[in-house]
């Protein structure tokens, strides 16, 4: 009995774990001509979204990305912008030239969904491995049947390009597209998106 109820609780807790894991690369793609780098002053720019969440993101970024040997910048910090308002891609250029920059990291919001959807109840069927009826009884009423609830469901996607700087308008080196569904919080979705990012860019030796 001990044993059996040890591996379900296992089992709930791989569940719980597979959950959390919300945020993952839909798609990867390496220039197969690449043969620069490890890059080593890099431009943070997050192109869409509110102020502070770009913020957001490139703070991220760069705390992950720099580490000795490797510089990394955030854009805002040289081209402070508003809500909605784009960068003139003169200036940007200029800014690129001006701080040297030999790469690039570029990342918009793709697509942000909100939806509700109804989840059906469910009807369970518990094994009967307790020692004690009461005991037994006391375990699975709860959860016999399950009623019928409405689910919000959010679903991110974010694109990031790594750009070098060596050809006068730039040339991908990388590019990937991640998805994010259910994040517990803007923070914690950026977190995770960084996290796959600078894992693959550390994969193929761009940093």
């Known amino acids: 009995m001990r044993k059996r109820a040890t591996l379900v609780l296992a089992v709930a807790a791989g569940m719980a774990l597979m959950a959390g894991k919300s945020t993952k690369l839909a798609f990867s793609w390496?220039?197969?001509?690449?043969?620069?780098?490890?890059?080593k002053n890099i431009l943070v720019l997050a192109v869409n979204g509110r102020a502070s969440a770009r913020a957001d993101f490139e703070d991220q970024m760069v705390a992950v990305i720099s580490r000795p040997g490797i510089v990394a910048v955030q854009s805002y910090?040289?081209?402070p912008r508003p809500d909605a308002t784009p960068i003139d891609k003169k200036q940007l250029r200029d800014v690129v030239q001006g701080?040297?920059?030999?790469?690039?990291?570029?990342?918009?919001?793709?697509?942000?969904?909100?939806?509700?959807?109804?989840?059906?109840?469910?009807?369970?069927?518990?094994?009967?491995?307790?020692?004690?009826?009461?005991?037994y009884y006391e375990?699975?009423?709860?959860?016999?049947y399950s009623p019928g609830y409405m689910e919000r469901e959010?679903?991110?996607q974010v694109e990031t390009n790594f750009y070098s700087t060596a050809k006068d308008d730039?040339?991908?080196?990388?590019?990937?597209?991640?998805?994010?569904?259910?994040?517990r919080s803007l923070n914690k979705a950026i977190d995770a998106v960084v996290g796959l990012v600078v894992r693959e860019l550390e994969r193929g030796k761009i940093i």
Request: hydrophobic share 35%; aromatic share 18%.
């Open 170 to 183: 730039g040339e991908l080196e990388w590019t990937g597209t991640s998805d994010t569904v259910n994040p």
């Open 99 to 135: 701080q040297n920059f030999d790469a690039i990291l570029v990342s918009r919001l793709v697509k942000y969904d909100k939806k509700v959807k109804y989840v059906p109840g469910q009807i369970y069927t518990p094994y009967a491995y307790y020692g004690t009826f009461y005991g």
């Open 154 to 156: 959010v679903e991110a």
């Open 139 to 144: 375990e699975i009423y709860p959860v016999v």
């Open 77 to 79: 910090s040289l081209i």
């Open 30 to 39: 390496t220039n197969p001509n690449f043969t620069g780098g490890p890059f």
